[in-house]
C-alpha cells in the first residue's frame, strides 16, 4: 500500500504496521481497523478491515470487566459464558433488555451489545467478540421463551430479529414501557431516562450516550452505563402495569404489543426508496421525467450506499438528489450550474449520474409516470382544505386525550396526522388508519368519526 509495509503475524500478538514518512501513506493506513474475533477463550484471529468512516486503528484483545465480574454482571464473549446466561435466566418469566449499536455514518444500525436484566441476574452479550452464529444461538436460547421489557422497541426489536435470524422472530410476549406510558398518560413518546427519573425517582447518568460502541475494549464506564438502564426496567414494568390495571388499560397494552409482534420487518424495495425522499413534494406538478429522474438517482445511490457501507445520505443528500431531478439534464454545465451540488460527488460519479438522468428521461419517453403517493398529487385547493380540515380534527383528538388521560401519540401515531384531513376530504381511506381500530375506534367520539368519513 504505497510503499509501506503491513507485517502481520498469526501468533496472538497485535499486527505491527511500519510507516513511511509520507502523510498520504500515514492517512490511508490510519483507515485500516483491527477487528479481534474471539470464537473460544484459547483461539485467536486478527482480522484486518477498511472502514472508511473511521480514522482510528482499532484493537481487539482479550478484556474482562472486572466491575463487572465483581458486580456479577456475565459479560459474554464466548460460548461457554452463553450458557451460563441461559442458566442464570432459566427461573426468570420476564427480562429487561436493551441494546446499544452504531448507525450513523453506517448504512444500517449495527448491533454492538445486548443488555438483560433478570430478577438477580445481569449478563451483556457482546455481538462483535460472539460473531453471528453464537449471537443467533444466544437470542432464540435466552429469549424465546420469556416476556422481554423494552423501550421504544423499533430498532431494538429490529436488531434482535436479525441477530436471531429471522425477520418474524418474537419473543414469548413484549412490554414497551414507553408505549405502556403513553397509554396510562405518563408523558408522550417520553425517553426512559425521563420515565425512570419520574416513576422510580432515579437520576440516570447519561455521560456514555455518546459513546462509540464499535470501538474495543469497551471501557468500564461505558460497561457500566450500558447495563445501567437495564437495572430498571422490571421495576418500570411492575409500577407501569399496575397502572394499566387501574386505569383498566391491560387490554390496550396487549391488543398493541400483539400488533407490533405480528408486523414482520418491512424490507423496502430500492425500486420504491425514492417515495421516502424528504421533500418529495417539490416534484408534486412535475413531468414525469423529473420523477423517473429521481428513482433512478436513488436506485444507484441506495446500491452505492451499501457497496460502501455508509449511509445513503453521505453518497448523495436528498435535497441535491431532488435538484438534479428537476434539472432534467445530464449536460455538464447544467449539473454545474446546480447549487446544491457536492463537487467530491460531482467529479467522482459524474458517470453514474449522468447515466440515471439519461435512463429517467428514457423510462419517461417510454411511458413510466412514476406515481407520487396520493396525500402528494393535490391541487393547491385540496391541500389547503385538507391542512385545515386536519388541524381541525387533530385538535379534537388532542380534546379526547386530555380527557381520558391518554398521550396523543398513543391514539393517533405521527405517521396518520398527515393523513387526517386527506381521510376528511375523501383523498385516502380512513378505514386504514389505526385510529379506526380496536381501542382507538371505541374511544374516538362520533363527530370525529363523522369527519373521517367513517360513517
Not at 472502514?51 to 482499532?58: A, G, N, Q
Not at 431532488?322 to 463537487?343: E, F, H, R, T, Y
Amino acid at each position: 500500500m504505497l510503499g509501506s509495509r503491513l507485517l502481520l503475524s498469526t501468533r496472538s500478538t497485535p499486527p505491527r504496521l511500519v510507516l513511511g514518512a509520507s502523510s498520504c501513506q500515514s492517512h490511508c493506513l490510519c483507515s485500516l481497523h483491527r477487528r479481534y474475533l474471539s470464537s473460544s477463550a484459547d483461539e485467536k484471529t486478527w482480522k484486518l478491515s477498511v472502514d472508511p468512516m473511521r480514522s482510528l486503528f482499532v484493537k481487539h484483545k482479550k478484556h474482562q470487566s472486572s466491575l463487572l465480574h465483581e458486580k456479577g454482571i456475565v459479560y459474554a464473549k464466548a460460548f461457554d459464558q452463553i450458557e451460563a446466561c441461559v442458566n442464570s435466566f432459566a427461573k426468570d418469566d420476564v427480562l429487561g433488555v436493551d441494546t446499544e449499536f452504531n448507525s450513523f455514518p453506517a448504512y444500517s444500525e449495527q448491533l454492538q451489545l445486548v443488555q438483560i436484566g433478570g430478577q438477580d441476574s445481569s449478563a451483556c452479550l457482546d455481538a462483535q467478540y460472539l460473531g453471528n452464529e453464537m449471537m443467533k444461538s444466544a437470542v432464540n436460547s435466552i429469549f424465546s421463551d420469556k416476556t422481554i421489557i423494552l423501550h421504544s422497541y423499533s430498532v431494538d426489536l429490529k436488531l434482535l430479529r436479525k441477530a436471531a435470524g429471522s425477520s418474524t422472530w418474537r419473543p414469548k410476549e413484549l412490554f414497551d414501557t414507553q408505549i405502556a406510558a403513553n397509554l396510562v398518560g405518563v408523558g408522550s413518546s417520553i425517553s426512559l431516562g425521563n420515565l425512570i427519573e419520574v416513576e422510580l425517582g432515579v437520576h440516570l447518568d447519561k455521560s456514555q450516550s455518546l459513546s462509540d460502541w464499535r470501538l474495543r475494549p469497551l471501557t468500564d464506564a461505558q460497561l457500566m452505563y450500558a447495563m445501567d438502564d437495564i437495572n430498571y426496567l422490571i421495576p418500570l414494568y411492575e409500577s407501569l402495569s399496575a397502572k394499566l390495571r387501574e386505569k383498566g388499560r391491560e387490554e390496550w397494552m396487549k391488543e398493541e404489543m400483539e400488533s407490533i409482534l405480528n408486523e414482520n420487518d418491512q424490507v423496502v424495495e430500492d425500486s420504491d426508496q425514492w417515495l421516502r425522499l424528504r421533500r418529495l413534494g417539490q416534484l408534486n406538478g412535475a413531468d414525469p421525467a423529473s420523477r423517473c429522474i429521481a428513482k433512478r438517482l436513488t436506485e444507484w445511490r441506495e446500491n452505492e450506499a451499501r457497496r460502501r457501507g455508509v449511509s445513503p445520505q453521505i453518497i448523495v443528500k436528498d435535497e441535491t438528489l431532488l435538484s438534479i431531478s428537476k434539472g432534467k439534464s445530464s449536460s455538464l454545465p447544467v449539473l454545474q450550474s446546480l447549487q446544491a451540488i457536492n463537487w467530491s460527488l460531482f467529479y467522482h460519479n459524474i458517470e453514474s449520474l449522468q447515466a440515471c438522468i439519461d435512463q429517467g428521461i428514457e423510462d419517461a419517453k417510454n411511458g413510466d409516470v412514476c406515481q407520487l403517493p396520493c396525500e402528494m398529487e393535490l391541487t393547491p385547493r385540496e391541500n389547503y382544505m385538507a391542512e385545515v380540515v386536519g388541524t381541525k380534527l387533530l385538535g379534537k383528538i388532542a380534546e379526547v386525550c386530555e380527557e381520558e388521560g391518554v398521550a396523543l401519540s398513543a391514539l393517533c401515531p405521527w405517521e396518520e396526522r398527515r393523513l387526517l384531513g386527506l381521510c376528511a376530504i375523501g383523498k385516502y381511506d380512513a378505514t386504514s388508519l389505526k385510529l379506526a381500530k380496536g381501542w382507538r375506534s371505541s374511544l374516538v367520539g362520533g363527530e370525529i368519526t363523522r369527519m373521517l368519513n367513517l360513517t
